[in-house]
């Protein structure tokens, strides 16, 4: 069956950087695009980022635009998040998602904290 | 990249129908059929109700349907139960290649 597993996350104080993972399994990743969406403790869901099926494109919301990047391997089956100048308002459980948004991992929680 | 606007929160009584409404624009909402809505329950992963504006997932019940018109695409719970609890939000595609989400609605069965 389909799996999406995240990790990576973590407390990091402000300014840092943080690399979040989602490996996937039970279909082929390299057809889909995949998202990260994140919410923030007691908030709404907001979306990140989204990669093409083949990594060639992606786009992010403007709140993370120049600060983090997606990439993906598919070789691995493994979509990742890199989190650079990490501010208090990125303290969120992290998840990844396929392209409908129809499968979901469990999320991965990022503290951003002095 | 404005979120959607819907409403905060709707309720009904057991039986009753709903409609939970999501606001965007020409550049989202209004211009193409990718609006779709999810369910999540305090403390779970949000699941996929309607794609595609009206497409449901195989699996999940006939009495939710998904509908468009405008800029506002609507999802409506009809004969509610109180396993409806929860909050819905929209998501929709937008011309710059990006997705925004709704605000969420709490959603009470009384």
């Known amino acids: 069956q389909v799996q999406l597993v995240e990790s990576g996350g973590g407390v990091v104080q402000p300014g840092r950087s943080l690399r979040l993972s989602c490996a996937a399994s039970g279909f082929t990743f390299s057809t889909y695009l995949m998202h990260w969406v994140r919410q923030a403790p007691g908030k709404g869901l907001e979306w990140v980022a989204v990669?093409?099926?083949?990594?060639?494109?992606?786009y992010y919301a403007d709140s993370v635009r120049g600060r983090f990047t997606v990439s993906r391997d598919n070789s691995k089956n493994t979509v990742y998040l890199q989190m650079n100048s990490l501010t208090s308002e990125d303290t969120a459980v992290y998840h990844c998602a396929r392209q409908e948004a129809d499968y979901w991992g469990q999320g991965t929680l990022v503290t951003v904290s002095s | 990249q404005s979120a959607l606007t819907q409403p905060a929160s709707v309720s009904g009584s057991p039986g009753q129908s709903i409609t939970i409404s999501c606001t965007g624009t020409s550049s989202d909402v209004g211009g193409y059929k990718y609006v779709s809505w999810l369910q999540q329950h305090p403390g779970k992963v949000p699941k996929l109700m309607i794609y595609e504006v009206s497409n449901r997932p195989s699996g999940v019940s006939n009495r939710f349907s998904g509908s468009k018109s405008g800029n506002t695409a609507s999802l409506t719970i009809s004969g509610l139960q109180a396993e409806d609890e929860a909050d819905y939000y929209c998501i929709s595609y937008t011309s710059s290649g990006t997705r925004v989400f709704g605000g969420g609605t709490k959603v009470t069965v009384l």
């Open positions: 990669i093409s099926s083949d990594g060639s494109n992606s």
